[in-house]
């Protein structure tokens, strides 16, 4: 069995103009958003045994939270380029390649995210909320095979539904 969780970013400020789409950090919504959901992931679900993260700063400030609420190595985050504003194909061969272990959590961006969700489980969900987490359980045993089967709808927590 295989679990993915897919982290979309939390809410991000507009109060710097001078800062590209890039770099802009957490908004205050975003920071206490993610609070509450590192704490209520950290009680609700086992620590993955991996994160991947667009390096974008809300994403990367996203995975920071989570990784405290759950006592994930904060140095064993792996920066991914190519998560920033990934389509859902791109994000699949990147699990495909670099996913180790038996849980992974990705943390990135729409509309990639929730076109990811609605592929790899045949489900419908219009969007994956900012600071939200979708879990799917595979029965798979290696990551190569993540599209060979749909995956099970584990999880879908939204900071407004906890």
Not at 27 to 44: E, L, P, T
Not at 131 to 139: L, T
Request: proline share 6%; with cysteine.
């Amino acid at each position: 069995m295989k679990t993915l969780y897919i982290v979309r970013h939390a809410k991000s400020s507009w109060s710097f103009n001078q800062l590209d789409d890039f770099n802009r950090p957490l908004g205050k919504r975003g920071r206490k958003d993610v609070i509450k959901m590192s704490k209520f992931m950290a009680s609700h679900h086992p620590c993955p045994d991996q994160f991947i993260c667009s390096p974008a700063s809300r994403a990367f400030y996203t995975a920071l939270y989570l990784a405290d609420g759950w006592n994930y190595p904060e140095e064993e985050i792996s920066l991914e380029p190519g998560l920033y504003h990934a389509d859902e194909e791109e994000i699949i061969e990147l699990i495909k390649n670099d996913a180790r272990g038996d849980s992974l959590a990705i943390f990135g961006h729409n509309p990639g995210f929730t076109d990811l969700a609605n592929i790899l489980t045949g489900n419908f969900i219009g969007n994956i909320p900012t600071c939200s987490v979708y879990g799917i359980e595979f029965d798979i045993s290696q990551w190569d095979d993540i599209e060979s089967v749909k995956g099970r709808q584990i999880a879908f927590h939204t900071p407004k539904n906890i």
